[in-house]
């Protein structure tokens, strides 16, 4: 299964590739939206884990939804980005607040 991750924090990028890759899957890490979109392109992703710490981290949600909604999403969010995440009904999503943090 191939798993992508979207995450501002470049410091786990080690951790979740011994984690995700030790159970067997094919793990790409990106810190940037614009680097999100050349790996959904490249790759054929079965999940992704979406990190909002910010609004413009949103907009690869919506790059999901538009282009590949059969991606299931996990999304780590604060509380108040319940509202922005229920803009996308059509994504087949799961939410985990903090503190878990990527």
Same mark, same amino acid.
């Given at each position: 299964?191939?798993? $992508?991750?979207?995450i501002?924090?470049? &410091?786990?990028?080690?951790? =979740?590739? +011994? $984690?995700?890759? &030790?159970? &067997?899957n #094919?793990? $790409? @890490? *990106?810190?940037?939206?614009?680097?999100?979109?050349?790996?959904?392109?490249?790759h054929? @992703?079965d999940k992704?884990? =979406?990190?909002l /710490?910010?609004?413009?981290?949103?907009t690869? !949600?919506?790059? !999901?939804?538009?282009?590949?909604?059969?991606?299931?999403?996990?999304?780590?969010?604060? #509380?108040?980005?319940?509202?922005?995440? *229920?803009? $996308?009904?059509?994504?087949?999503? *799961?939410?985990?607040? +903090?503190? !878990? #943090? /990527?």
């Amino acid at each position: 299964m191939n798993v $992508f991750f979207q995450i501002r924090d470049t &410091g786990a990028n080690k951790e =979740i590739l +011994e $984690f995700i890759e &030790g159970e &067997g899957n #094919k793990v $790409f @890490i *990106s810190h940037s939206t614009e680097e999100s979109i050349e790996i959904l392109n490249k790759h054929e @992703i079965d999940k992704a884990v =979406i990190s909002l /710490l910010s609004m413009k981290d949103a907009t690869i !949600l919506k790059y !999901l939804n538009d282009y590949y909604p059969d991606v299931k999403v996990v999304i780590i969010a604060n #509380k108040e980005y319940d509202n922005i995440i *229920s803009i $996308f009904q059509k994504i087949n999503y *799961s939410v985990i607040h +903090e503190p !878990l #943090k /990527l």
